[in-house]
């Protein structure tokens, strides 16, 4: 089985879901599946973020706001290998993967239009990071 987020409607006159779409988190010609370990939303709710081990990338996804559906941007390689968990800074203009075989927290730009994600600098050795989660410092 590929890697894939599968969304659903949620029909709140009784409580079900349906299943309204699937979308590949690996692009079609990969050579082997991987699997899709964390997934986030942006604070405007207009992309989806979704990492992948088999390819050690980053799905960038749209939200449609009218269809509520998504569509593929881009597959975005990431440095470090196993993105294992990854969080977006408070303000939207940072996103921090856990590289947890790569013993690094690895931090991106966040494009302010369009999601896209460059490299922007590595931690020192962390051993086997597996959670990031930003904590407001007073």
């Known amino acids: 089985i590929r890697a894939a987020l599968v969304s659903y409607r949620y029909n709140s006159d009784n409580g079900s879901l349906s299943e309204s779409q699937t979308v590949p988190t690996l692009p079609p010609a990969a050579p082997h599946a991987g699997h899709a370990l964390h997934l986030e939303v942006n604070a405007a709710g207009s992309m989806v973020y979704a990492s992948n081990d088999g390819l050690n990338s980053m799905a960038l996804l749209v939200v ?21 968990h990854f969080a977006l800074d408070p303000s939207g203009a940072f996103l921090l993967v856990a590289a947890e075989d790569s013993d690094a927290i690895n931090v991106y730009s966040v494009h302010p239009r369009s999601g896209q994600l460059r490299p922007v600098r590595a931690s020192g050795r962390i051993e086997k990071p597996s959670c990031v989660v930003m904590v407001p410092v007073k």
Do not use: Q
């Open 64 to 84: 449609d706001p009218v269809r509520l559906s998504l569509s593929v941007l881009e597959y975005t390689p990431l440095v470090g290998n196993t993105p294992r």
